[in-house]
Structure formats: structure tokens, C-alpha cells
């Protein structure tokens, strides 16, 4: 398996501008998580889904988030309208619920520049 | 929500070892894992222990756990450069809302100098 995909690797957009980073978790996994990672507040868990249903957005920052995941292979995170604070690296993790003990595997994430 | 806290930065020299230390809160935590991540890439599992054991050992790597304490402690032997990157410590997320999400620390950069 070529493990969980990400794209893109970088984005760099101005402010204002809408923002879709992809996700492609591993196959037959049915979590997927999306996370955000600043030098700030370090790792950030934003939205978790389970057999494709959002389960917990607590971490999502704003209205300008959102995230979907239709199909059990693809998941987006969009972000509209984009500012400089949303610069980060946005990481995607899947896992399956059938391990005892959980593993997370993640993307390469994507590293998004808002200026 | 929860809280996990780690020392953000750690140097040791090439061949000694290295001991990265993490408090956590939530006390239902059935597992606690090692996450580590090289630069550029996503966090990798790199070691977990079940919240019934007080001690794992894995090659170079060792885990203790204290749970009266709730400190989760990973040693790395003989500790070489290919070592560096950041280590992040984590726990299953103990409110009922959060299913199999992890709280993670805010990592620790560990530098192995030669």
C-alpha cells in the first residue's frame, strides 16, 4: 500500500483566496483524522471521521473550515476565505478500528503558506 | 480538553542515551503511544504501551509508565544522529466524543550531536 496521499505538498495562496487540500487514506481503514501543526500550539486535531461520517469538529477553528469525506478513499479540508493565520502544515492520518491498539498512520501533510 | 506536556527540546551527544519525558491528565487513557516525526515528514508510531503495564522495552527503546504519577517516559540506548527529530507523545482522548482520537504533546526536539 502506498500509505495515506496527501495533496498538494505545498500550497502558497493569498488572503481571501479558497484553499482544498486532499486526502487518500489507506485502504480498508475506516478512520480518518485531519490535523493541524503550528510551532504555536503544536499539534491540533481539527475533525475525525468514521465510515465516512464527521464524528467529532470540535477542532475545527472557524466557519471558514470545513471538511468532507464522500467516499471511503478521498477526504478534502477546505478553507474559505484563507488568512495568514491559517498557515501551517495540515496532516491526514487514517487507522482502523479493528487494531487493538490504534495506530495512526499518517500523510507527508501539506504545507500551506497564506500571505 | 486534556492536556499532555513535554519538555520542547533535547540534546544529547552520539552513543549516550536519551530519556524524553511526558505528564498527561486524562486517567482513563488506556494506551499511550510514541510518535516520531523527521523533518518534512508525518508523525510514525514508534512505540506504545497498554495503561496495565508499567514498563515496555523494544529493541533500543524503552517505555515506562507511571500512571499514580501519570508520567510516560521513553528511553532511547546508544543514541545515534539518525535519532534526531521530534517525539511526540500521545494518549487515546478520553471523552466519550472522542472515539480514537489522540491528545499529543507539543513534541520534543531531540539533537544528536556526534
Known amino acids: 500500500d502506498a500509505g495515506v496521499i496527501q495533496s498538494p505538498r505545498h500550497e502558497v495562496t493569498e488572503m481571501g483566496q479558497e484553499v482544498t487540500l486532499r486526502c487518500k487514506p489507506i485502504?480498508?481503514?475506516?478512520?480518518l483524522f485531519w490535523y493541524r501543526q503550528t510551532m504555536m500550539r503544536g499539534l491540533e486535531l481539527l475533525i475525525y471521521?468514521?465510515?465516512?461520517?464527521?464524528?467529532?469538529d470540535s477542532g475545527m477553528p472557524e466557519d471558514r473550515f470545513s471538511a468532507k469525506m464522500p467516499n471511503a478513499s478521498f477526504s478534502n479540508l477546505k478553507i474559505q476565505p484563507s488568512e495568514p493565520r491559517d498557515s501551517a502544515v495540515y496532516f491526514c492520518?487514517?487507522?482502523?478500528?479493528?487494531?487493538?491498539?490504534?495506530?495512526?498512520?499518517f500523510g507527508p501533510g501539506t504545507r500551506l503558506t497564506v500571505l | 480538553g486534556e492536556d499532555v506536556e513535554q519538555s520542547l527540546f533535547l540534546s544529547v551527544r552520539e552513543g549516550d542515551s536519551s530519556v524524553i519525558n511526558c505528564t498527561y491528565t486524562?486517567?482513563?487513557?488506556?494506551?499511550l503511544y510514541w510518535y516520531k516525526q523527521e523533518p518534512g515528514a508525518g508523525l510514525q508510531l514508534l512505540t506504545y504501551?497498554?495503561?496495565?503495564?508499567d514498563m515496555k522495552q523494544d529493541q533500543r527503546l524503552t517505555v515506562l509508565l507511571n500512571k499514580k504519577d501519570k508520567h510516560l517516559s521513553l528511553r532511547i540506548a546508544d543514541t545515534q544522529t539518525g535519532d534526531s527529530a521530534i517525539y511526540f507523545c500521545?494518549?487515546?482522548?478520553?471523552?466519550?466524543?472522542?472515539?480514537?482520537?489522540?491528545?499529543f504533546g507539543k513534541g520534543t526536539s531531540l539533537l544528536v550531536t556526534p
Open positions: 492520518a487514517s487507522s482502523t478500528g479493528r487494531s487493538s491498539y490504534n495506530e495512526q498512520f
Open positions: 485502504s480498508g481503514h475506516d478512520y
Open positions: 471521521f468514521n465510515n465516512n461520517v464527521p464524528i467529532d
Open positions: 486524562d486517567s482513563s487513557s488506556t494506551y
Open positions: 504501551i497498554f495503561s496495565n503495564m
Open positions: 500521545a494518549e487515546i482522548g478520553g471523552n466519550s466524543n472522542s472515539g480514537y482520537a489522540l491528545n
